[in-house]
């Protein structure tokens, strides 16, 4: 577990797309909850945002996709 958290941090995936690529996830814990936590993960990984642009954009996002999709 350890070796694939390093390597989905290298390539900047969230632990649950290595996962799911490694085939340790079922097809609904890989596919159900991929977007969301790619778009947080990318955020938080982005070495050139400080904690504080990480904060409020991540806000933004959970805000954006809070609620029902768009017909």
């Known amino acids: 577990m350890r070796v694939l958290k390093s390597l989905a ?3 900047e995936l969230s632990a649950e797309t290595v996962l ?6 079922d097809d609904e814990q890989a596919e159900g909850e991929r977007a969301p936590l ?5 955020i938080k990984a982005d ?8 904060e409020a954009l991540l806000a933004v996002y959970r805000g954006f996709t809070a609620g029902d999709p768009p017909a």
């Open 9 to 11: 941090d290298a390539f």
């Open 20 to 25: 799911g690529q490694a085939g340790l996830l």
């Open 38 to 42: 790619d778009a947080e993960a990318a």
């Open 47 to 54: 070495p050139r945002l400080t904690e504080s642009q990480k």
